[in-house]
Nanobody
């Protein structure tokens, strides 16, 4: 059964940092590009960072230069290093496989997500 498990969120002051982790099956990591999505209250879920099977990366303009996505295929784990956090980064963060070059997720379900709250 395909499953995504996100962790690493928390409460941080503006300008602070967090590192999120996402684990999934080896099959998913070997076959698909992986992405970090987020959903803020009252807003649609959006793709903020993605990484291809070959290691190419892509970022939403809102996080470019502040967030860094990476993957460790040996551990079936993807990371999102978030620096310079802003209140507008507050959201629940999710991971999923997605079609590279789009924002379209591959799997119809989500993990539990991890809450990131940026506030003083």
């Amino acid at each position: 059964q395909v499953q995504f498990v996100e962790s690493g969120g928390g409460l941080v002051q503006p300008g602070g940092s967090l590192r999120l982790s996402c684990t999934a099956s080896a099959m998913i990591f070997s076959l698909h590009a992986m992405g970090w999505y987020r959903q803020a209250p009252g807003k649609q879920r959006e793709l903020v960072a993605g990484i291809s099977t070959g290691g190419s990366t892509n970022y939403a303009d809102s996080v470019k230069g502040r967030f860094t996505i990476s993957r460790d295929s040996a551990k079936n784990t993807m990371y999102l290093q978030m620096n310079g956090l802003k209140p507008e980064d507050t959201a629940v963060y999710y991971c999923n496989a997605y079609y590279w070059g789009t924002q379209i997720k591959i799997y119809d379900f989500w993990g539990q997500g991890t809450q990131v709250t940026v506030s003083s």
